[in-house]
Each structure stands twice: as C-alpha cells, then as structure tokens.
C-alpha cells in the first residue's frame, strides 16, 4: 500500500496547490489514488497505468493558471514512477512464492536508482524551464543539450 501512500501524496500536493483549478485537480488526482488502491486490492495490472496517469492530469490540471514553474515537478514526477513500480511490484508478489533476499534487495536497489535518475532528470528540465521563461531560444537549447549529455554521461558510468 506504499504505492497508494506514494500517489496519495500526489493528491494532496494537488489539492493544497493553491491555484484557482487545485480542487479539480485535486479530485482528478483523487480518483486515480482510489484506482490504483482498487488494482492492487483486485491485483489487476492494466488499471495501474490508467490510474497513475489520472493522478499525473490531476496535477497538471492543478498547475494549470500558474505562472511560475513549479519546482516541485520533478519530485511529483518520481513519485508517479515510484507508485507505478511499487504497485506493479505488489501485483506481481506471490506470497505463495518465496523470492530470494538478494534478488528483492537488487531490485528495490534498481528501482531507488531508477527513481533517482527520474528526479535528477526531471530537476534539471524543470531548472531548463525556469530559464528559459527569462532566457532566448539559444541558451534553452544550450541548456537542453547539457541535460542531455549529463544524462548520457551518468547512463554510460552505470553501464560499466
């Protein structure tokens, strides 16, 4: 139920927003926490997409009349990753099935890198959006073309 708390936060994060569209927001957000919290109660896989994606409107619809970027996209960004995976994960746990200590620890460890990257790629196309609303054309694709290469850097280190 990690994966509902997860999205649950999104919600409330929506909601609490402050803007004039927030409480819509807020409901759409709701509504896909009571989604994903029925598909892994019912552990029906193809409803954790929809629901995740519910939650991801709703905040959008929440951000929607704010002029400022919000720098808190990336951490909601990661933690629709992060409800997906965990709710996913639940609904693929067998309790009849004892799975290894070092494969659960290896995959929670991929799945905190995972979201990590998520967040640090998402920090860096929100501070690409930041500048951009005060900066021209050329230093938004100067800036866009670092991330990308940043990003290439860190995928080609943990590749080995």
Not at 59 to 80: K, N, P, Q, T
Not at 109 to 136: D, K, R
């Amino acid at each position: 139920m990690l994966a509902v708390a997860t999205l649950g936060g999104v919600a409330a994060y929506t909601a609490t927003d402050g803007g004039p569209l927030a409480s819509v927001g807020g409901t759409v957000a709701v509504a896909g926490v009571l989604g994903l919290a029925a598909a892994v109660l019912v552990r029906f896989a193809p409803l954790v997409p929809w629901a995740v994606g519910f939650a991801g409107a709703g905040y959008m619809i929440g951000r929607e009349h704010h002029r400022l970027v919000d720098g808190w996209a990336a951490v909601v960004g990661a933690a629709l990753l992060l409800a997906a995976e965990l709710a996913a994960w639940s609904i693929a746990h067998d309790r009849r099935i004892r799975e290894e200590r070092q494969v659960v620890l290896r995959q929670a460890g991929a799945l905190t890198l995972l979201v990590a990257s998520a967040a640090l790629v998402g920090f860096v196309l929100v501070g690409a959006a930041a500048v951009s609303a005060s900066a021209g054309l050329a230093l938004t694709a100067a800036g866009v073309a670092a991330a990308v290469a940043a990003v290439s850097v860190v995928l080609r280190l943990l590749r080995g």
